[in-house]
């Protein structure tokens, strides 16, 4: 049943997300609007602008005369992407713990740690990175930087692209979970150089994972 409270852009970029995540818009395949339009039976207006958002999250390419070209990411695409995102999101910690906040302004930093405990515990990978997810997110948002959050937002996408595909080959992520809780220690007590330290090395383990994952199964493309 649609969100009735989205408009109908972003109820295109949800469902368009959606499809080039589950690959049913392969990497590399090409799509006319109008094609896209059909297939989520709207309107062309909501269909472009949804291009136009995930194209400017390096998802897809609108080109001229030609249509829509869902972009493929190689493992070095994503050793990149992680590069860029462990020094911006360790920044943020980094800030974070020097803004004195209080255990009530960390709760939804906690409480994401709480739920990828578990879904751990239920072997739910599904549920673990959606919590792994709004830890990352909100971490950002504590580092109180607009031009970070909007920057590492542009970029998770391609990070979520390539973690959908390598969920379930890894082992269980219990050492992330444990990075999780020892960043938001840090944050707590006020100690940037911890959370900073800890978190690009968390941010380093995680790269390393996938990117060996992709060489290991041959997925040059995403």
């Not at 969100?3 to 109820?11: A, G, V």
């Not at 997300?17 to 339009?37: K, N, T, V, Y």
């Not at 940037?192 to 941010?203: G, L």
């Amino acid at each position: 049943m649609p969100d009735k409270s989205l408009s109908s852009s972003q109820r295109a970029v949800q469902e368009l997300r959606s499809r080039i995540f589950s690959g049913e818009l392969a990497a590399g395949s090409d799509h006319l609007e109008s094609e896209l339009a059909d297939l989520l039976e709207m309107s062309r207006t909501p269909v472009r602008e949804a291009v136009l958002t995930l194209g400017s999250q390096g998802l897809l390419e609108l080109r001229p005369r030609k249509g829509v070209r869902i972009l493929p990411l190689s493992p070095e695409d994503m050793a990149e992407v992680y590069d860029v995102l462990t020094e911006l999101e360790s920044h943020a910690a980094e800030r974070a713990a020097s803004a004195n906040y209080s255990e009530a302004d960390l709760a939804e930093l906690a409480q994401a740690i709480d739920e990828m405990d578990a879904a751990i515990a239920k072997s739910d990978l599904d549920a673990w990175a959606e919590a792994d997810d709004r830890f990352h997110s909100e971490l950002v948002r504590l580092g109180r930087n607009s031009r970070i959050e909007a920057i590492v937002a542009m970029m998770s996408d391609q990070v979520r692209r390539a973690r959908t595909t390598t969920l379930f080959m890894r082992p269980l992520p219990t050492k992330s979970n444990e990075d999780h809780r020892a960043v938001y220690q840090a944050i707590r007590d006020g100690n940037p150089d911890t959370a900073r330290t800890i978190h690009r090395k968390h941010r380093q383990h995680a790269k390393a994972i996938l990117v060996e994952l992709l060489g290991k199964h041959r997925l040059r493309y995403l």
